[in-house]
């Protein structure tokens, strides 16, 4: 009786054989890298959130709350209360909150409220007054690269910490961060 409905309709007649048929595959969608928003998209740390591993993408990262681990973005912003523990690469770094670990990045700023402990590869400097920073920094021609090849070592003494060294080794005193 449905079939004969269906014809007064207009309608095609069903077949078992077309009820059963398996969906079409779609085409797989362009991954992230390919999609030209990725670099304009946002991701966000809230507070009270910590996230332990390897974040790795191509957007911006806002981090209000906690990192361990390795953060990997085009551009990154440790807001003040913040912690990360672990490497930070990126094109541009902004810390207002506190850092301890590896830093790879082109562009690097330590606001006022800036605590961080490690070390600084990077293109440009620039900490204000009152951020406080213990570690070595060492300028790069492409410090955000890094992200395939190993940290390495550090290159000066500590900045604002006592460094003794053995006797009779020849040293060179600590060079300042330039931008």
Not at 9 to 31: D, H, L, N, S, V
Not at 59 to 70: M, Q, S, T
């Amino acid at each position: 009786m449905l079939d004969a409905l269906n014809k007064l309709k207009g309608k095609p007649e069903e077949t078992p054989a077309a009820a059963t048929r398996a969906p079409q595959p779609q085409p797989a969608r362009a991954p992230a890298a390919a999609n030209p928003d990725a670099a304009d998209a946002l991701t966000s740390i809230s507070a009270g959130m910590t996230v332990v591993g390897k974040i790795t993408g191509d957007g911006n990262v806002k981090v209000f709350g906690r990192i361990e681990g390795e953060l990997h973005a085009a551009a990154v912003t440790i807001c003040e209360g913040a912690h990360v523990e672990g490497e930070v690469h990126a094109s541009e770094l902004t810390i207002g909150g506190n850092l301890k670990g590896t830093i790879h990045a082109s562009r690097v700023r330590l606001n006022s409220t800036a605590v961080v402990e490690g070390d600084i590869f990077h293109q440009s400097l620039a900490i204000e007054e009152n951020a406080r920073f213990v570690g070595s920094s060492r300028r790069e021609e492409k410090p955000a690269g890094a992200a395939t090849r190993p940290a390495a070592a550090p290159q000066a003494a500590a900045v604002g910490a006592a460094v003794s060294r053995p006797s009779g080794l020849e040293t060179k005193p600590p060079i300042a961060a330039a931008g």
